[in-house]
C-alpha cells in the first residue's frame, strides 16, 4: 500500500525585545549564567508579572504578516507542570484565546510551484531555563527564563520533508524581514517540534500522530522527519501499528527514540492567569502596528529581480536577511552596474564574512565602500583579479579601495610606454608561443597575456596587452 | 498612659509635637511583647537592635517631625509579606531560613511613610485557615482568652494588635482573613477592594482573591493606614489606576441619609443569639444616627464556600507549585528530581495545604475543569451580580463578621468542612471583589469575648465604609475595652 506522511509544524521563535516578558531583566545572549535574573523571574515568593508590550506588538506584527485574524480580546493562561527549568512550575502562555489565529505561510516547492500552508495560531508565552548535567549534579541557568517566546503552530498541511524544510525557511525570512527575531538556530532564536502522520494515498482520516523533539537545525527537522516517515511506513507494511507518543531526535545517530508514550501525556490544567488582565487589542494600535509591516520576503525577491536586473537565485540569496538585502540596497545605488555589485555581496563578502564568522552587521566594509570598489574596477582602474586584493584588504582593517589602491600602488598599467616594455620581455622570453602563433594557434596568445600579466605583478589593463601583443605578433 | 496603648492617631501627636521620640515608642511596644508575647505568640520573628536602629534613623532624621503619615510609628507586619533582608515563612516549614531579597509595594510605601517594620505576625501556613492553628511554628492565643484561637488566617496580627503589642499591623484578606480574627480579638480589620492595594510581595494564596490590608485600633487609624497603602503600583496589573482619597477627611460626615441593606440570607435562624443580638443593637444604633435601614437579598449566598473552595484551591495549587526546593528554601534530598519535589513537598507543606494543593489540582483536572472550575467561575459572576443589585438599593451592607465568637483550641482541627464554615459571612465580598472593615459591636457574656461587626462597600468605595464603621464606633465604647492580660 502506498502512504503519504501528514506534516505540523509547531516553531518557537525567541522574539528580539530588550527586555524578558513578564520583567525588565535583558534578554542578552551568552552572558554568564544567571546574570540576567531577578526576583521575578526567578519565581520568587511574592512577585507578579507585568506584561512587556514590545512583545505583545511584535506577535501582533507577525500575525500581520501570515493574514492572521489579530485577536481583539485575548488572554493570558497558566500551562502547570513541574520541571526544574520552569522556576514558578508554571509557565505564562495563551490557551484558548491566542493573539493571533488562522493565517497563511506561501511556499516554494521543487520545480517552482507554490502551496500555500495553513497557520492555526500564534500565540506568545515566556521561555523557560536552560538545564546543563554535570558528572553528579545539575545546574539551571536562568538567563533565558523569561524570554518572550512566540508559539506558531501550522495546519498539518505538509506532506513531505522538502516540504517542511521549505516552510521554516520561508517562516524563517518572513520573521527576518519583520525584525520580530533573528532565527539563529544556533542561539535557540528558533526552534521547532513535529507531529507526523501516516495515512494510506487517498485516505481521509489521520493516522495515529507522533510528535517528534530535539530538532536543532532546519536540516535536521528534514532528516528527522524522513527517517520517521520511513521508521512509520515500515511498521504499516508489516501491519504494525504506530502508537501516539513524544520521540525525541537524535541528530548524532539519526534516529528517533521514545521519550514519553501517550499514557505518560501532561495534563497541563491550564486555568487563566489571575495576575494579568486580558489583552484588549484596539484598532488604533493595528493601525499603528500595520504601519511597520515590512516588504514581505516574496514581494521584495521579486522587486530585486526587476530593479536590479539580479538572477532570482541571487536575489533569494539577498533577501535571506532584512540587514544584508539592506546593505545591497545601499551599495547598488550608488551603483551604474547593480548586478555586479549582487556579485560582490554573494560571494566575496559572504564568504569573507563567513570565514570570519561574523555577522553582515559586524562587517568592516561599509556598503559605500564596496560600492566604490566596484566602479574602481568598471572604470578600468584596477582589474577584477587586483579588486579582490583591495578587498582583502578593505575587509581586514576597513580602509576604502581607492585608499588601499593608492597605497599598494595596484593601479593599473595603462600607459603604452611601460606596456611596450612588458610585452617585448614576454615576447622574447617566449620565442616558442610566438612560433605557435604564427603557426596558426591563435591560442597562444593567451598564455602571452598571462605573462605580460605576471611581469606587471597583475597591473597591467588587460585589454591594452590584447591590443598591443596583437599588434606586434602579427606587424613582427 | 503607656505609650503601647495609644492608637496611631494619638502617638503621632506626641510624636510630631517632639513629646515623644520614635526609639521610646518602639521601645514601649518592646516591653509590652516582652511581658505577653510568652503568652500569646503572637510574633514570629522580631529584632529589636534592628527595630531600634530604625527609630534611631527616624529620629535623626526628624522624619517624625515633618508631617509624614506614619513618621516613627512602628508597624508589625504578616509572615507572608516580602520585607527586604527579613525572614518570610508564610508559617510554613517550606520556607523555614528562607530570607526576601526585596520588598513588597506595601512595605516600600510603610517606608515611604516613615513606619519602621517592627517585626513578622504569626498565621496559618500560606494564609490557610481560619483560627492560626495551621502555623507550622505554634498556635497564637486570643488575648481575650489564652484557652481561644485569635481567628485567622492573619490572627497574629490581630491579637498583636488587640493586645497593644503593636499600633497596627498588616494582614491578608482572601476569604475573611482580615475581618474575621479582628472580630475575634477585638480591633478594626479592612479589607479593600481588590485591586486598591498592590499585592506585589505578598506570597499569593489565591491570587484573584487576596488583598492586603492593615488591623488598627480604631476606625481613624485604619483609615489613615488605607491612605498610605492604597494607590496604584506598575508591578501589579490588577492594581487599579484610581485616585486615593484622603479617607482621613471624610470619616466625621455622619449617617444622615446613608441606606444601610441588611442582607436576609445572613440573618438567619440558628444563628448565636448573642451575635444576632449584638449586631441588631448595632444597627439600632445607626437608625438613631439617622441612617436607612433597607432589606436586601444576596440570592446565591450558599453557594459562596463552595464556589471560594474551589477558585481558592485551584489558584493555590499552581501559586504554591515554585516551593520545589530547586531555588530557594527548604529542600530534601531524593534518588532524581521527581523524588526530591515530592519529599520536600511531602515534609515541607502541613496538611491543611496539602489538602488544597489536591482539591484545587483535581479542581483544574483534565475532564473535571468545566464540572468545577468553569461552573465556580460562573457563579461567582453571580455572586458578584447580587450585590451589583444589592447596592443599587442601598450605599453599604451590615452583617456580623463571623457566625461565633473564638472558639476553642482544637475544637474544630479534626473537621475541616466546620473550620471552613467560619467564613460565611467573609467570603462572598473576596468573590466579588468589593471592600469591608470588620469592627467591635459588644461581647458575648460568658466568657468575655469581642463580637465584630461587618461593613461593605461597593468597589473603591471604602470612604462610606469606614465613614460609618467611624459613626458607629465613636457612638460606642466597645473600640476602648482591652482585654484582660
Sequence with gaps: ?476 | MSLHTLTIHELREKLQRGNVSAREATQALLDRIQAVDGKLKAYLWLNAEDALAQADTIDRGGVARNGKLLGGVPIAIKDILSVDGQPCTCASKILKGHTSVYDASVVQRLRDAGAILLGRTNMDEFAMGSSTENSSWGVTRNPWDLERIPGGSSGGSAAAVAADEAFAALGTDTGGSIRQPAALCGCVGLKPTYGRVSRYGLVAFASSLDQIGPFTKDVADSALMLRVLAGHDRRDSTSVPQSVPDYTTTLGAGVKGLRIGLPKEYFIDGMDREIDAAVRAAIKKLQNLGAEVVEISLPHTDYAVAVYYLIATAEASANLARFDGVRYGARVAGEDVIDMYGKTRGAGFGPEVKRRIILGTYALSAGYYDAYYLRAQKVRTLIRQDFEKAFERCDVILTPTSPEAAFRIGEKTDDPLKMYLSDIFTISVNLAGICGVSLPCGFTKSPRLPIGLQVLGKPFDEENVLRVAHTYEQATEWHKQRPPL
Design chain 1, 1 to 476: 500500500m502506498q502512504y503519504e506522511a501528514v506534516i505540523g509544524l509547531e516553531v518557537h521563535v525567541q522574539l528580539k525585545t530588550k527586555s524578558k516578558m513578564f520583567c525588565g531583566c535583558a534578554t542578552e545572549f551568552g552572558a554568564d549564567p544567571n546574570t540576567h535574573v531577578c526576583p521575578v523571574c526567578l519565581g520568587y515568593p511574592g512577585v507578579l508579572p507585568v506584561m512587556n508590550e514590545e512583545a505583545v506588538r511584535k506577535t501582533i506584527l507577525t500575525g500581520l504578516m501570515i493574514g492572521s485574524e489579530v485577536a481583539r480580546f485575548s488572554k493570558w493562561d497558566r500551562k502547570n507542570y513541574f520541571y526544574p527549568d520552569m522556576p514558578k512550575n508554571y509557565q505564562i502562555s495563551q490557551y484558548d484565546l491566542p493573539l493571533c489565529a488562522k493565517g497563511l505561510v506561501e511556499i516554494k516547492l521543487n520545480g517552482g510551484a507554490t502551496k500555500k500552508i495553513g497557520i492555526t495560531r500564534a500565540h506568545l508565552e515566556e521561555d523557560v531555563a536552560k538545564s546543563f548535567h554535570f558528572e553528579t549534579t545539575s545546574g539551571v541557568d536562568f538567563n533565558r527564563a523569561g524570554t518572550p517566546l512566540m508559539e506558531i503552530v501550522s495546519e498539518p498541511d505538509l506532506r513531505s520533508p522538502d516540504e517542511a524544510f521549505a516552510y521554516l525557511t520561508a517562516l524563517r525570512e518572513i520573521l527576518i524581514s519583520g525584525g520580530i527575531s533573528d532565527c539563529d538556530m544556533e542561539k535557540g532564536q528558533l526552534r521547532c517540534d513535529s507531529n507526523v502522520s501516516m495515512r494510506p494515498v487517498g485516505q481521509k482520516a489521520f493516522g495515529e500522530k507522533v510528535e517528534i523533539k530535539n530538532m536543532n537545525t532546519i536540516s535536521g527537522v528534514r532528516r528527522a522527519l524522513a527517517y520517521e516517515i520511513q521508521r512509520q511506513t515500515a511498521a504499516l507494511q508489516k501491519g504494525e501499528k504506530v502508537s501516539q507518543e513524544t520521540r525525541r531526535w537524535d541528530d548524532a545517530t539519526g534516529r528517533t527514540s521514545v521519550m514519553r508514550t501517550k499514557e505518560y501525556a501532561h495534563d497541563y490544567r491550564y486555568f487563566p492567569e489571575p495576575d494579568l488582565m486580558p489583552v484588549v487589542v484596539s484598532e488604533e494600535m493595528i493601525a499603528e502596528i500595520r504601519k511597520l509591516l515590512p516588504e514581505l520576503p516574496e514581494a521584495k525577491r521579486q522587486r530585486f529581480v526587476k530593479q536590479y536586473g539580479l538572477p532570482e537565485y541571487d536575489a533569494g540569496v539577498l533577501i535571506a536577511s532584512g540587514t544584508l538585502a539592506a546593505f545591497y540596497e545601499r551599495a547598488a545605488q550608488g551603483s551604474r552596474n547593480p548586478k555586479a555589485i549582487s556579485n560582490w555581496v554573494t560571494t566575496e563578502l559572504l564568504g569573507k564574512l563567513a570565514e570570519a564568522k561574523k555577522t553582515i552587521d559586524e562587517c568592516p566594509v561599509k556598503p559605500e565602500q564596496l560600492s566604490e570598489l566596484v566602479s574602481l574596477i568598471e572604470s578600468g582602474q584596477i582589474s577584477g583579479k587586483i579588486g579582490k586584493e583591495v578587498f582583502a584588504e578593505m575587509f581586514a582593517g576597513g580602509k576604502a579601495a581607492s585608499l588601499v589602491v593608492k597605497e599598494k600602488g595596484l593601479v593599473q598599467v595603462s600607459d603604452t610606454g611601460s606596456l611596450d616594455g612588458f610585452v617585448e620581455e614576454a615576447i622574447a622570453k617566449n620565442p616558442k608561443s610566438v612560433a605557435d602563433f604564427r603557426a596558426g594557434n591563435k591560442a597562444a596568445i593567451n598564455f602571452l597575456k598571462g605573462q605580460v600579466m605576471k611581469l606587471s605583478k597583475g597591473k597591467a589593463n588587460p585589454q591594452l596587452v590584447g591590443e598591443i601583443l596583437l599588434r606586434k605578433l602579427e606587424g613582427g
